[in-house]
C-alpha cells in the first residue's frame, strides 16, 4: 500500500474531474486541516487550471502525473470511466472514493472490489446520503419494516446526461432502502418513462424482500422538489424528510381508554407523534472525512463495499427491465 505524504506528513487528496460534483469535493478538501488537497485533473485543461487557480492547488496535465503527488483520489468524472480511472489508481496504490454510481457494469464493479482488496486498499461509494444524519438515526431505531416508500422527485437540471434518473437519483433510496432491510430482494418490478432524451426520467420500482414492501419513485421532471422516506413497523410509523434531515416517528399509544375532555366529548388516544430534529451538518464533509478516517485505521467503512455492488445489481436489474439499459 502506497503512503506518501505531503506538508507535515498530511494525507494527500487528488480530485479527477472537476465539474459540478468534482468542484463540491475541491472545496470541501481544502477545509479538512489534517489532509492536504494534492491537486486536481480533467479532460478541460483550462477548466482544471482555473479550479486550481481558485482553490491554490495544482492542476496536472495528466492523471499519471496527479498519481505520483497524491495518496487518495476522488474520481468524480462522468460514470462511463469511473471503472477506468479508479483501476488506473488503485493499480498505483491509492485509496479510492469513486462518485456514484460505482460502475457502469456489475463486472467492473467486482474488478474494483478485488483490486482494492489485494492491495489492501479502501475504496469508497460516494453514496452521500448514508451520511445524512436522520438516515443515520433511522439505522440505529428500525428493527421491523413491513413497508418502506421513497419519494426523490425534483425539476430538470441538466447537470447529469449520461445516466437516467435510476443511476442519478434512485440509487440513493436503493442503497438505504438495501441498508435498512439487510436481506436479499425476492422480486423486483420497475417501470420507467424516457422525456428529454436517451434515458429515462421517470422510474418507479417495487422490491419484494418478503415481508417487507419497498416502493421507491424517482423523476427529474417534476417541477417540486421531493425528497422523503417513509417506514411503517408494526406498531410505529417513520417519516423522514431528507432536505430538512427532520424525522417524525407516529408510535402506537400504550393506552387506548377514553378519556373526557368536557361533558358529550370523547377521544380516543390511538398513537402518538415524537418529532426528531437531527443537527444538521455537512454531508460530503463527512463523507470524505469517513473515509480519511478509514485510510487512517481509525474506523471500518459505514457500508461494505460488496454492499455497493449488490447495489449496482439492483439498479442494472431495474435498468434491464425497463429497456433502457442505462
Not at 181 to 201: F, N, Q, T, W
Amino acid at each position: 500500500m502506497k503512503m506518501n505524504t505531503g506538508d507535515e506528513g498530511k494525507l494527500r487528496i487528488g480530485v479527477i474531474g472537476v465539474g459540478h460534483m468534482g468542484t463540491y469535493h475541491v472545496n470541501v478538501i481544502r477545509q479538512i486541516s489534517s489532509v492536504e488537497l494534492a491537486g486536481v485533473y480533467d479532460a478541460n485543461t483550462a477548466h482544471a487550471a482555473a479550479t486550481a487557480a481558485r482553490y491554490e492547488t495544482n492542476s496536472y496535465p495528466s492523471v499519471d502525473e496527479l498519481f505520483s503527488n497524491a495518496d487518495a483520489v476522488i474520481v468524480a468524472v462522468p460514470t462511463e470511466y469511473h471503472h477506468q480511472v479508479s483501476l488506473a489508481a488503485l493499480s498505483r496504490g491509492l485509496h479510492v472514493l469513486v462518485e456514484k454510481p460505482m460502475t457502469r457494469t456489475v463486472e467492473e464493479a467486482r474488478e474494483l472490489v478485488a483490486e482494492a482488496a489485494k492491495r489492501s486498499l479502501i475504496l469508497q461509494v460516494g453514496h452521500v446520503e448514508r451520511f445524512n444524519g436522520a438516515v443515520q438515526e433511522l439505522r440505529r431505531i428500525i428493527t421491523k419494516p413491513r413497508l418502506i416508500e421513497a419519494h426523490r422527485l425534483g425539476p430538470n437540471t441538466g447537470r447529469i446526461r449520461d445516466v437516467g434518473v435510476v443511476l442519478d437519483l434512485m440509487i440513493h433510496d436503493i442503497d438505504i432502502v438495501l441498508n435498512l432491510v439487510d436481506r436479499s430482494p425476492k422480486r423486483v418490478s420497475a417501470s420507467g418513462v424516457k422525456v428529454l432524451g436517451a434515458h429515462e426520467d421517470v422510474a418507479s420500482v417495487v422490491i419484494d424482500f418478503d415481508g417487507c414492501i419497498a416502493s421507491i419513485t424517482a423523476s427529474r421532471i417534476t417541477q417540486e422538489k421531493l425528497r422523503t422516506l417513509s417506514i411503517s413497523e408494526d406498531n410505529a410509523y417513520f417519516l423522514l424528510n431528507y432536505t430538512t434531515q427532520e424525522m417524525e416517528i407516529h408510535r402506537q399509544a400504550s393506552s387506548e381508554s377514553k378519556v373526557s375532555v368536557r361533558e358529550g366529548i370523547h377521544y380516543r388516544q390511538e398513537s402518538t407523534i415524537e418529532r426528531v430534529f437531527i443537527h444538521r451538518d455537512n454531508q460530503l464533509k463527512l463523507e470524505i472525512e469517513h473515509f480519511i478516517a478509514c485510510i487512517r485505521g481509525e474506523c471500518k467503512p459505514l457500508v461494505n463495499v460488496e454492499n455497493d455492488v449488490r447495489t449496482l445489481e439492483i439498479t442494472r436489474d431495474i435498468l434491464a427491465q425497463m429497456g433502457t439499459g442505462a
